[in-house]
């Protein structure tokens, strides 16, 4: 009896050694890269003389399947752990090199209880087909239904799990396995014999490929009968040879499939327990009105600051910029469109000194002070607008800031920020691409933006924005998108041309929208302080003004 030593063969599409099955006529079918091939394209392998002197094309199918069972044993494979009564059960052979070693399982594959195929497994992991493989479920023909059905993504999973059932309760249950994670429209024709069980157990391989198969599969086989098995191992034979303690329970413990996008109740209780541990981060002490109506920032949200030209937008986000960094530890971004880095950086470093460099120049000595307290420990990236951003990728560089760690970004304004980050798109498609790129941003990232918007244009018969008139939310210049995404407004102004200094510094603020708390309406003021740069409390009760 002569002998050939297996050796694998790799996939040319993929360079996979060890994923690539070969068909009674020559065919072939890469299990990693999904990709078929003819005859011709397997010559190599198909010319080999296959174990035991069978011959490789044989006339009569029947006659090969017949020898198989009457010349290979059934054993239990030790390396595996398998026990011999589970390969009896699953009628299981192998054969054996000129040591006395396993070499080869063959897996058969039955139709309406009749056999038809073998699949072999060259160890350590090459694939041949014996007879009419065409689909199935390996271990199909055992059982007729009940209340637990368990598919796994390979033959020895499912040997692996019943050998841990076996161990336990000294009998089989129903279990069976699709050929690979590129079949799994082999489930298909089994669907009506698949629900006659009352619940569907999907244990696949813990890999991309064996996830999107359990997509697949949960979608043939009907959502309503699917409960999935996780382990942390890679498949369950690894599960069974790591954990077999663990193994029962893992069948038993399992979890209901919802398609993506749809909750179930332990899903939904999961994201309640989330929100409901959002951390709410005040406002300075000085927006102490802000902080009663908005309980503060929370990550995960937008939140708009719109006011008329002049009335203090950029100086409020310094303020909450300069607050984080005296109170948390955490990373920010600052995109400011309307100024340079530099001029960006020499605000924020005066005003950290309370030093306005718009009163008086402030000695470079002065400013590395004010610039140290607040860039020392690199946990302010600002982007260079000007430099870098020339092919309408901003949007990239607001997910670096993301994926280097900023928890807290600063974006003045809107307007222009859509003109980058539009992709080419004009008008309220423009807006809405760039206000939906947000939304994506802090979900994904678990971010907080604060964005600046500006208004349209008052009618000749309201007080301007610029008198100290507090918008509406219409008054939100652009698309609804923006008061749409955003979770939080604030409306504020200034009287620009008030007749005393005091009243002219005095910035009125008001809540338009607040999704957290619902709260609306006037929420105090504070005063800018022209020397220092900075905005502090403001002891006058003035009245919004909203004609």
């Known amino acids: ?47 080999r003389k296959p174990y035991n002197n069978m011959t490789a094309k044989p006339e009569n199918f029947a006659n090969r399947l017949k ?41 058969p594959y ?19 087909s014996i007879g009419n493989l065409k689909g199935g479920l390996f271990g199909q023909q055992n059982y007729s239904g009940g209340k637990k059905l368990v598919i796994t993504e390979g033959e020895l999973d499912a040997m692996a799990l019943q050998s841990a059932w076996y161990k336990k309760y000294k009998r089989f249950m129903p279990i069976v396995s699709i050929r690979s994670a590129s079949c799994t429209d082999d489930l298909i024709a089994e669907r009506a014999w698949i629900r006659n069980f009352d619940e569907v157990v999907l244990w696949f391989d813990n890999d991309a490929k ?51 996008g749809i909750l179930g109740k332990e899903e939904l209780w999961k994201k ?18 802000l902080n009663k109506k908005l309980k503060g920032m929370r990550k995960g949200e937008i939140t708009l600051w719109t006011s008329g030209t002049g009335s203090g937008k950029s100086t409020l986000l310094r303020e909450i910029a300069l607050h984080l960094i005296d109170t948390t530890e955490s990373r920010m971004g600052i995109i400011s469109l309307e100024e340079s880095p530099a001029e960006t950086a020499r605000k ?18 002065e400013l590395r002070v004010g610039y140290d307290k607040v860039f020392d420990t690199d946990r302010v990236m600002v982007l260079d607008h000007y430099g870098s951003i020339n092919d309408g990728s901003i949007m990239d560089f607001l997910e670096h800031m993301c994926l280097s760690g900023c928890e807290y970004i600063f974006i003045d304004h809107i307007t222009i920020l859509v003109s980058e980050g539009s992709e ?39 007080k301007s924005f610029e008198d100290g008139r507090i918008p509406s939310i219409d008054d939100i210049r652009g698309s609804g998108s923006i008061k749409q995404i955003s979770m939080d407004i604030i409306g504020f102004a200034r009287d ?32 800018y302080d022209f020397h220092t740069g900075r905005l502090e409390p403001s002891h006058e009760d003035f009245q919004p003004i909203t004609l």
């Open 210 to 260: 064996g996830q999107e198969a359990v997509k697949k599969a949960a979608r043939i086989i009907g959502y309503d009968k699917i409960r999935l098995a996780t382990h942390s191992e890679k498949d369950a034979s690894a599960a069974w040879l790591a954990t077999p303690n663990e193994v029962v329970n893992c069948i038993y413990q399992t979890t209901r499939y919802t398609p993506a």
């Open 348 to 365: 924020l470093a005066g005003a950290a000194i309370f030093k306005n460099p718009a009163e008086n120049e402030i000695p470079l000595d």
């Open 424 to 462: 080419g798109l004009t008008g309220n498609e423009a807006v809405d691409k760039v206000m939906n790129d947000l939304l994506k941003l802090v979900k994904k990232y678990d971010v907080w933006i604060g964005l600046i918007s500006h208004l349209r244009k008052a009618n000749s018969q309201s």
């Open 1 to 47: 009896m002569s002998r050939v030593t297996s050796r694998n063969l790799a996939c040319d599409n993929c360079n996979s050694s060890d994923a690539k099955q070969i068909y009674e006529d020559g065919s072939g079918f890469c299990f990693s890269c999904e990709h078929y091939f003819k005859a011709s394209d397997t010559k190599e392998l198909t010319e």
């Open 496 to 527: 620009l041309g008030a007749e005393s200094d005091e009243e002219r510094n005095i910035i009125q603020t008001k809540v338009l929208k607040c999704r957290y708390t619902g709260l609306t309406g006037p929420s105090g003021s504070f005063k």
């Open 67 to 107: 020898e198989i069972e009457t010349v290979y044993p059934i054993k239990g494979f030790r390396e595996r752990n398998i026990f011999k009564p589970v390969s009896e059960h699953y009628n299981v052979r192998v054969s054996h090199d000129l040591d006395g070693e396993i070499d080869a399982h063959f897996y």
């Open 110 to 128: 039955y139709e309406e209880g009749v056999l038809v195929a073998y699949k072999q497994r060259i160890l350590p992991k090459q694939f041949l």
């Open 272 to 289: 309640l327990e989330e929100y409901n541990s959002i951390e709410s981060v005040p406002y300075p002490p000085f927006m102490d009105g």
